[in-house]
């Protein structure tokens, strides 16, 4: 199964961008790298995919490498309503090997 | 429309006693997941179901926990003799289909089951 390592928590203030990276050295070629929130008491959402180099949506930005062997999350001026654990997963999309999600990041937005 | 949906919220159980966990997922989806997320930490996969089959039954903890999946859409997970490491939230996902490599999973807001 791909391997994901990601910070275990980070701290931001309203307003600032808010980068998370991480690292999946094993990525294998058909792989997609996928990102979700998870607020507390609730299911995980999904936020942004990407395959190589950059996308975006209205949420956020996901950068990707051209070795592919990490990403980074970019969420551009955070509010209150951001702080939630961020999850990175890599594989098929919903193919087994994208279903281990790790213990994700912990952001924590202060005003 | 209308999103994925779990019963019951919440379940208190007596340690010892079997529960059912249901989970209705998104009408069309074909692929059905099952994850434990213990307070404070990940998602645990316990899962998966393409149609009415469970290609991979490895990540079910022990052979107390079982699940199925009837006419392509409700499932349900039971946990016989449960234990108070039982407790923790159990979250259903759906996808359009299995495998898919840019599809994403659906989440329902889990169920807390609590083991006393």
């Known amino acids: 199964l791909a391997k994901t390592t990601q910070p275990i928590s980070m701290d931001s203030y309203e307003g600032q961008e808010v980068n998370i990276t991480c690292s999946h050295n094993?990525?294998?070629?058909?792989?997609?790298i996928t990102w979700y929130q998870q607020f507390p008491s609730q299911g995980p959402r999904f936020i942004i995919q990407?395959?190589?180099t950059k996308v975006t949506n209205e949420v956020a930005s996901l950068f990707i490498p051209a070795d592919r062997k990490s990403s980074t999350l970019s969420l551009p001026r955070v509010s209150l309503s951001d702080t939630a654990v961020y999850y990175c997963?890599?594989?098929?999309?919903?193919?087994?090997?994208?279903?281990?999600f790790g213990s994700g990041t912990r952001l924590q937005v202060q005003p | 429309g209308a999103g994925v949906s779990q019963s019951p919220s919440n379940k208190v159980t007596e340690k010892g006693k079997d529960v059912e966990l249901r989970c209705d997922p998104i009408?069309?989806?074909?692929?059905l997941y099952w994850y434990r997320q213990s307070l404070g930490q990940g998602l645990e996969f316990l899962i998966y179901?393409?149609?009415?089959?469970?290609?991979?039954k490895s990540g079910l903890p022990s052979d107390r926990f079982s699940a199925e999946r009837t006419g392509g859409s409700v499932s349900t997970l039971t946990i016989q003799r449960t234990q108070q490491e039982d407790s923790a939230v159990y979250l259903c996902?759906?996808?359009?289909?299995?495998?898919?490599?840019?599809?994403?999973?659906?989440f329902g807001p889990g169920t807390r089951l609590l083991v006393l």
């Open positions: 996902a759906s996808s359009l289909m299995f495998g898919g490599p840019q599809e994403t999973q659906y």
């Open positions: 094993n990525i294998a070629t058909n792989d997609y």
């Open positions: 990407g395959y190589k």
């Open positions: 997963l890599v594989g098929e999309g919903t193919g087994r090997r994208a279903l281990t």
């Open positions: 009408s069309g989806h074909t692929a």
């Open positions: 179901f393409q149609g009415n089959s469970a290609p991979d």
